[in-house]
């Protein structure tokens, strides 16, 4: 059966900033490069579409604010034309994480009516592809590496990820029955495996092992570093919900929250999904950074002061913890269990425990190493301190 999919996609890049800088600083250094660029609010009045329904979903689902801190920004004028590129809508944003320093470049964007095969192509190649940004022609991911090199960060990103948000998936009303009847399609999608249908379908139903729901028009899938939502916003199943909300807030509020009926949008802000994406892959930097950090500390970092050492490796620490401390902050138990299920797929958790025990292992390592400097220095100020009371002696004399 030929599939006929509508789909929304994003290509993330992931740097780290690897100097203090505040969100009025960076929004100082976008300007210069881009000057035109929209600056995303959750309170401001915005004409941009994207903008305002991003703002619509924070507010149903973080109650007027994330958890994390962030600046985003829209690149205007650096936009790729979408018709041009054979898109439907096309969205080019920059967002700054200033708690964790880290810096995501995302590339936006909906195709309608497209073959499996092509999505899945995609899947494969989409941030290698050449568009125009701008006056370059180039992939997203050299438009991104030459941005970050004017930005002053480094050139190679430390993260990526990869997210497909479905639509429409043929003729199928439910993620349940899909996963029944093509759990290797799936597979294909999520991993970018052209050649899913020889795979044998209990492989594929273990890579999507790692999913979450709250309703049944909807579910996510996370593996490697990529992730699947399947929003099946045009099933018969989504279409009753509507209906359900509508006389729900009707009745209790005066009329339903315009949240569910935000339809599709390149961001993939429906239900959520982008946030939390963008908070295990903020996650996922940082013990990148932290795993860096280690192996090059008897190398690159050899000649650095014992105390930036220390202050360094507690700061890791202290945005790693964070990080894990924003799921529990989160108001909605829902949103914070898909974080948590996203984090599982990833294998996080158990990283970030080993991260955290090698943190301290190294501050104790160089807090010994300082010790015995310390102790070092003292002895040494104590024979010199000896040997001027006798010169001192032999003066007298």
């Given at each position: 059966?030929?599939?006929?999919?509508?789909?929304?996609l994003?290509?993330?890049?992931?740097?780290?900033?690897?100097?203090?800088?505040?969100?009025?600083?960076?929004e100082?250094?976008v300007r210069?490069?881009c000057p035109?660029?929209?600056?995303?609010?959750?309170d401001?009045k915005?004409?941009?579409s994207?903008?305002?329904q991003?703002?619509?979903?924070?507010?149903?689902l973080?109650g007027?604010s994330?958890t994390?801190?962030v600046?985003?920004?829209?690149?205007?004028?650096?936009?790729?034309d979408?018709?041009?590129?054979?898109?439907s809508?096309?969205?080019?944003?920059?967002?700054y994480?200033e708690?964790?320093s880290?810096?995501?470049?995302?590339?936006?964007?909906?195709?309608?009516?497209?073959l499996l095969?092509q999505?899945?192509?995609?899947?494969q190649?989409?941030?290698?592809?050449?568009?125009?940004?701008?006056?370059?022609?180039e992939?997203?991911s050299?438009f991104?590496?030459d941005?970050?090199v004017?930005?002053?960060?480094?050139r190679?990103?430390?993260e990526q990820s990869?997210?497909c948000?479905?639509?429409?998936?043929?003729e199928?009303?439910?993620?349940?029955?899909?996963e029944?009847?093509?759990p290797?399609?799936?597979?294909?999608?999520?991993s970018g495996?052209?050649?899913?249908s020889?795979?044998p379908k209990?492989?594929?139903?273990?890579?999507l092992?790692?999913?979450?729901s709250?309703?049944?028009?909807?579910?996510i899938?996370?593996?490697g570093?990529a992730?699947l939502?399947l929003?099946?916003?045009?099933s018969p199943?989504?279409?009753?919900?509507?209906?359900r909300?509508?006389?729900?807030?009707?009745?209790?509020y005066g009329a339903?929250d315009?949240?569910?009926f935000?339809g599709?949008?390149?961001?993939s802000v429906n239900?959520?999904?982008?946030?939390?994406?963008?908070?295990?892959m903020m996650l996922k930097?940082?013990?990148?950074d932290?795993?860096?950090?280690?192996s090059?500390?008897?190398k690159?970092?050899?000649?650095?002061?014992?105390?930036r050492?220390?202050?360094?490796?507690?700061?890791?620490?202290?945005?790693i913890?964070l990080?894990l401390?924003?799921?529990?902050?989160?108001?909605?138990t829902e949103?914070?269990e898909?974080?948590?299920?996203?984090?599982?797929?990833q294998?996080?958790?158990p990283i970030?425990d080993?991260?955290?025990?090698?943190?301290?292992?190294?501050?104790?390592?160089l807090?010994?190493?300082?010790?015995?400097?310390?102790?070092l220095?003292?002895?040494i100020?104590?024979v010199?301190g000896?040997?001027?009371?006798?010169w001192?002696?032999l003066?007298a004399?």
């Open positions: 059966m030929t599939q006929i999919l509508n789909a929304n994003t290509h993330s890049l992931f740097y780290s900033v690897p100097f203090a800088l505040s969100e009025a600083q960076f100082g250094c210069k490069i035109d660029a929209l600056v995303y609010h959750r401001a915005l004409e941009e994207h903008f305002t991003m703002q619509t979903v924070e507010r149903f973080r007027g994330q994390y801190s600046r985003r920004f829209f690149l205007r004028s650096l936009c790729p979408a018709k041009a590129c054979g898109f809508d096309v969205f080019l944003m920059l967002s994480f708690e964790t880290v810096v995501a470049f995302s590339f936006h964007y909906s195709v309608e009516e497209i095969d999505l899945i192509g995609l899947r190649s989409g941030q290698a592809r050449v568009y125009r940004f701008g006056e370059k022609e992939s997203f050299d991104a590496a941005f970050a004017q930005l002053g960060l480094p190679t990103f430390t990869f997210l948000e479905v639509t429409r998936f043929g199928f009303t439910s993620p349940e029955e899909i029944e009847k093509a290797d399609v799936l597979y294909g999608l999520l495996d052209e050649g899913y020889f795979v209990e492989l594929c139903r273990e890579r092992t790692y999913s979450w709250s309703r049944d028009f909807i579910r899938y996370g593996v570093k992730f939502f929003n099946l916003i045009a199943s989504h279409e009753k919900y509507l209906e909300q509508r006389v729900f807030g009707g009745e209790i339903a315009e949240y569910f935000l599709s949008n390149p961001l239900h959520g999904i982008l946030f939390s994406v963008e908070f295990v930097t940082l013990v990148s932290v795993l860096s950090f280690q090059a500390f008897g690159r970092k050899k000649h650095m002061s014992y105390y050492r220390i202050r360094e490796t507690r700061e890791f620490r202290r945005k913890i990080v401390e924003k799921v529990e902050q989160t108001a909605i949103i914070g898909l974080s948590s299920v996203l984090m599982e797929s294998h996080i958790a970030v080993q991260v955290k025990y090698l943190l301290e292992l190294l501050e104790g390592d807090s010994l190493i300082y010790s015995e400097r310390s102790n220095l003292v002895t100020l104590t010199l000896l040997l001027l009371a006798a001192q002696v003066l004399l």
